[in-house]
């Protein structure tokens, strides 16, 4: 497949309800969509609390930062098509992270701190995305179903009745599914709001960062809700948005001209993409952003104390669309 820019990316993944019907028309059995019928978009590029993983376009993997419990280790990796680094919020041990690959024949691999669980995914089958979050993975299943394993303190793990998702997003102690009629469902702690979403309509793509998510509607718009101290939540005046991601306390947002727009917490520098350009993907962290230009390389700005944003050498980074 070709390479396809942002703008003709979020036209393929624009999920209301209309568009997945035409789609769908050869693949819905009983109103279940079955995925191969679909565009799924795959992360490549997938940024944590101290550590950030790239997917090359040969299907190995690289990664930067620290690597106390391993979640670096990723250099034997081979056949992936999608990454998710866990852990987004700044705590003490936060540097407790972990890696998760998505293999081409739909199972999973997994690396790093597994106090939780998090990483016991090798019995996953049929899995066509995967999200990390604190602590625990999830795997988006073919027949739209969703899989959870690790921590489960707050039902951040409580989706076993989840039916017709086109994709899953993991915040710290919350997890937000994308339903194929472009509606938006959420399970977690609800403290500050960020799992309001019931309301939401014509969503394309999902992000759940720290204590609030993100929604990308199919006109280009974005909504947010949960905890806005630092303006993250400050999104309504956007507009042309092809992708979105959420970190600790910031939000990032891809333009269809491949300019990025970021807003919140920016101690680290971690918004400070205004000079962005050619930019295809972007992925959020703790305190760093990350994204992917049209060339295969990645930039990065924001906290580099463990040398997650030290990814200027890397090229040949997977290219969405291919």
């Known amino acids: 497949m070709d390479y396809i820019s942002p703008k003709e990316a979020s036209l393929r993944w624009s999920v209301s309800e209309r568009r997945i019907q035409k789609l769908c028309e050869e693949g819905r059995i009983n109103g279940v969509v079955r995925f191969s019928k679909v565009w799924i978009p795959k992360d490549t590029i997938a940024a944590g609390r101290r550590h950030t993983v790239g997917l090359k376009s040969d299907g190995t993997v690289t990664a930067a930062g620290d690597n106390n419990y391993g979640q670096c280790d990723v250099s034997g990796w081979r056949d992936i098509v999608a990454v998710a680094a866990g852990n987004v919020h700044m705590a003490t041990n936060t540097g407790n992270a972990h890696t998760v690959g998505l293999k081409s024949d739909g199972t999973v691999v997994a690396v790093g701190w597994n106090k939780h669980d998090q990483c016991d995914v090798f019995d996953w089958r049929d899995i066509v995305a995967v999200a990390a979050g604190w602590c625990r993975t999830l795997g988006l299943k073919s027949d739209g179903m969703v899989v959870a394993v690790g921590r489960n303190t707050y039902g951040e793990c409580d989706v076993g009745g989840w039916r017709d998702m086109l994709a899953v997003t993991a915040g710290d102690w919350h997890t937000v599914g994308l339903k194929s009629d472009g509606t938006v469902t959420s399970v977690g702690i609800n403290r500050y709001g960020q799992c309001n979403v019931n309301g939401w309509c014509d969503i394309v793509a999902a992000a759940a960062g720290y204590l609030h998510t993100v929604g990308l509607k199919s006109d280009g718009t ?82 580099n104390e463990y040398g997650q944003c030290d990814v200027s050498g890397w090229c040949g980074i997977q290219l969405p669309g291919n």
């Open 222 to 303: 974005v909504a947010a809700v949960g905890l806005n101290k630092h303006g993250q939540c400050d999104v309504n005046g956007w507009r042309g948005i092809v992708a979105i991601a959420a970190g600790y306390l910031h939000t990032i947002g891809l333009q269809s001209d491949g300019t990025v727009e970021a807003v919140g917490w920016n101690v680290h520098g971690q918004c400070n993409v205004s000079g962005w350009r050619d930019i295809v993907a972007v992925a959020a962290g703790c305190a760093h952003t990350l994204g992917l230009k049209s060339d295969g390389t990645v930039v990065a700005v924001g906290d």
